[in-house]
């Protein structure tokens, strides 16, 4: 058990809807990342936030927003959904952020199967 | 921008036998991490490397971090059914920024 939760842990619905992912980082972590991996592949990250600031983004579509709340769960919005958008969702917790020595370890939820049919 | 290039992308083999995978960029690495994601889980450290020429071991499992801190070797000797999964390293490129490998794809065959 790596400590962070993600909700909910499948999810099946149609195109054109709209779907929230929700993350609860290890206690005590401030920094949250949203991965999307689709089938047999590796990781796309999408977005980082640190202590409810975005941080940094990736390849994340302009259909999809995320936030971190002041408790500093997380939460992904999916939008407008396209058959294409179906994958695992993963979210990862670290304590802080990544520096020049940075030798951290990502903990990562089990991830939400998202299939958009 | 920093690439990570792993290889190879899929891998099967039988119990007990050995295998490297590795993983390769053009820039140098700060720091090289190796995670294994088993089906239907998320990704896990197994190890993180630091200095050029460094090796750790991990019981069956042997990393190496090249002497010029550009590629990095994952060797499992004796490889049984419970290695199987998706191998990841991860770098980060001179942003900080956390730069992913696509994956080594291991089926080990009982």
């Known amino acids: 058990d790596s400590g962070v939760t993600q909700t909910p842990k499948h999810l099946i619905t149609a195109t054109g809807q709209r779907v929230t992912l929700r993350c609860s980082p290890r206690?005590?972590?401030?920094?949250v990342y949203w991965y999307q991996q689709s089938l047999d592949q590796g990781l796309q990250f999408l977005i980082q936030?640190?202590?409810?600031?975005?941080?940094a983004k990736g390849n994340i579509l302009e259909r999809f927003s995320a936030q971190q709340f002041p408790d500093l769960h997380s939460e992904l919005n999916l939008s407008s959904l396209e058959l294409g958008d179906s994958a695992l969702y993963f979210c990862?917790?670290?304590?802080?952020?990544?520096?020049?020595?940075?030798?951290?370890?990502?903990?990562f939820g089990e991830g939400s199967r998202l299939t958009v049919l | 921008t920093q690439l990570l290039e792993q290889s190879p992308q899929f891998l099967s083999i039988q119990e007990g036998e050995n295998l490297t995978v590795y993983c390769n960029s053009s820039?140098?690495?700060?720091?090289l991490q190796w995670y294994r994601q088993e089906p239907g889980e998320g990704p896990v450290l197994l190890v993180t490397v630091v200095t050029g020429g460094e090796v750790k071991k991990l019981k069956r499992l042997t990393f190496q971090f090249g002497d010029a801190r550009k590629d990095s070797s994952l060797h499992i000797t004796a490889a049984q059914p419970g290695d199987t999964g998706l191998y990841l390293c991860?770098?980060?490129?001179?942003?900080?920024?956390?730069?992913w490998g696509a994956g080594t794809k291991l089926i080990i065959k009982p």
């Open positions: 936030y640190y202590n409810g600031e975005e941080r």
């Open positions: 991860v770098s980060m490129d001179s942003n900080y920024q956390l730069i």
């Open positions: 206690s005590g972590d401030l920094s």
């Open positions: 820039s140098v690495f700060s720091s």
């Open positions: 990862a917790s670290t304590p802080g952020l990544a520096g020049e020595f940075y030798t951290g370890e990502l903990f």
